[in-house]
């Protein structure tokens, strides 16, 4: 699919929690946009900020976009402060989207944080699209509030089980110990991450140990956000040795043992 610069009009955004917001916007333009693709939003017209920032796609409707935002700085701030009707300019989709599960097949979503945005996607991707896969979500947050700002817009068809840090809400610990303790997970499970890097390892980890196929979203700090300025590369691997990818052209999403290969 082409990537388009284009405008997207604001029609509803809300507060979820202290620091987070559901924006939906009208970009029919974007409605070929798949699971794990992102976005590059202009904040300002001026120079500060003067990058764009990257937002993974929550949902894609007939009619548009709906991302959830972190507010972690000045980009994030501003766009919290958007108001409906705001026009926001945008570049993409961009990256490459999640490999769906063969039919039938299920499919174990595992998320930390704001990192569910781009899995709640592929959640309603597969609701729509793969109705016999099933899809279980494990989801881990630092605390109940952290964990009630996201929970509400996971899809409910969904199996979910919660981890907190601080044991406030679900189980204490962290979301990959749910399935270290529960390997009762279908061996043709595929597994699917995106949150912190130390719980993606976790995750690559578990899935070799167990011969689950996994694919993992990565963040990195991104400027140009199509492949031209490498500032967002990470170290990979390949089974000629070491390399380097750019996430936002080579990924997001990943094969988990290309970023974390087996010890
Ligand atoms: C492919 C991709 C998809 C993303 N999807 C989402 C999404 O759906 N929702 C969302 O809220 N965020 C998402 N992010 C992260 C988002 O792009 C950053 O949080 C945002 O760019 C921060 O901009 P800022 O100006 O508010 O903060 P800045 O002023 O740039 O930074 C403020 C502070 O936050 C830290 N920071 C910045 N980016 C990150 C990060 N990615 N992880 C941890 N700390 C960071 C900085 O180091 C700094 O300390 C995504 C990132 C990528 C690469
Ligand atoms: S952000 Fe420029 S190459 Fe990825």
């Not at 992102?38 to 949902?59: H, Q, V």
């Not at 026009?87 to 979503?109: E, K, Q, R, S, Y």
């Not at 509400?152 to 068809?157: E, K, Q, W």
């Not at 990470?234 to 990818?245: E, I, L, R």
Request: glycine content about 10%; overall charge positive.
């Amino acid at each position: 699919m082409h990537i388009t610069q284009g405008s997207a009009r604001i029609v509803q955004t809300a507060r979820s929690g202290a620091d987070t917001v559901h924006m939906v916007l009208e970009a029919p333009w974007l409605q070929q946009a798949l699971p794990g693709q992102f976005i590059m939003l202009r904040i300002y017209a001026g120079t500060a900020p003067l990058l764009r920032r990257p937002i993974s796609l929550c949902a894609v409707t007939p009619s548009g976009i709906e991302l959830l935002i972190k507010i972690r700085g000045s980009g994030t701030e501003r766009m919290a402060g958007w108001p409906v009707g705001h026009a926001v300019d945008i570049i993409g989709p961009l990256g490459n989207g999640f490999a769906p599960p063969p039919p039938g097949t299920p499919a174990v979503l595992v998320a930390g944080g704001i990192g569910i945005a781009p899995l709640i996607c592929l959640a309603r991707w597969l609701k729509d699209n793969r109705p016999d896969c099933s899809v279980r979500i494990l989801f881990g947050a630092r605390t109940a509030a952290d964990c009630d700002a996201l929970v509400p817009f996971i899809p409910a068809s969904c199996a979910l089980q919660i981890a907190t840090e601080d044991g406030s809400r679900g189980t204490q610990g962290s979301v990959t110990d749910l399935l270290a303790y529960k390997p009762a997970v279908c061996p043709d499970a595929l597994f699917y991450g995106c949150g912190p890097m130390p719980m993606l390892k976790s995750l690559a980890r578990l899935a070799c140990d167990t011969s689950h196929a996994c694919f993992i979203s990565l963040e990195a700090h991104m400027a140009c956000g199509v492949g031209a300025c490498l500032g967002c590369t990470v170290p990979a691997y390949t089974p000629q040795g070491p390399s380097q990818v750019r996430v936002c052209a080579d990924g997001p999403v990943f094969e988990a043992r290309r970023i974390f290969p087996a010890p």
